[in-house]
């Protein structure tokens, strides 16, 4: 049987795992209540949801304090105390926020501008970034390890040691992809960063006085991806376009004119490619913003029918 120890250590590591199975559980508990119910009209499908839900971030956050508990724990290894892990926990809770927050303030205004130091606390891309968080995954990486425990010597000790060293090998090949991800993340970070281009403005700026520099910051960044990096980057947002547009003019009844839907299209896939160096959330609104100041273009040079008489087809 699983000691105390190891079955934390797994939630620490697996808090995917964990929101999956608090999904499961919730929504068949959910399910459950709903087919002891006294109601006519049982709604299973929606219970399954609400069930799912909340089991699922109820288990995301247990996995996440499990984890942000066990990363304080590898990375402050002189803490001795449940008490003291748990201040230093909270502590680091707390400030994961607090940077995350100040992150799409960066994003959004360009507060602290090009300030490595300032960039570096808040956890902006760069290679100091990255090797803060290289550190961490090897510390978790040998947690993993440690957690294997040894093979035993029984009857199945050929079996037990092909388990223990598939696991092992999957463990480090796993460390091996998350660092070198880690070293591309920070290059490209540091080019992003040297060129201003971690905030609305300062993309902008960069793309209006250094295009060429810019465009090849954007091109490494969207490479960088894979073949999914340019599919969600390009390829999601124009064949989404591309089905609107093929409708044509819809003003008459309510909806977009061709100018519209055509500058929308542009300034989405523009402005995400552009944006692409700043923090998630304010990327989704720096590029909402863009997308909706080319459609209010898109409708000045291409204005709504006023008259039902402007709006009906001509012939001849």
Known sequence: MPSLASVGRFIAHNPGTVAGIGAGVGAAANVGREAMSGSPNKNYLGATTRGALAG??????AGGIARAGRDVMLLRPELSGAGDVAKATAQHIGEGASNFVQRQFHGLTGFGGKDQAYLDRIGMAGSNTSAAKARLANLRAEDQLSNLGKP??????VKDHNAHNAATAGINDALHKEVSGLATEGAIGDKMRGLGMTSAPGA???MVTNPRESSRAIWDQLRAGGKMGVGLGVGVPLASSAASIARGDESAHGG??????????????????AFGGLPVVSNMIAGGLTEAAAGRVGRALSPRPTTIADAAPRIG
Do not use: D
């Not at 035993?152 to 000790?157: H, N, R």
């Open 56 to 61: 699922g971030l109820a288990g995301g956050a």
């Open 152 to 157: 035993g010597w029984g009857p199945s000790w």
């Open 204 to 206: 902008v700026k960069a």
């Open 256 to 273: 977009q004119t061709v100018g519209e839907k055509v500058l929308r299209a542009g300034a989405n896939v523009g402005g995400g490619l």
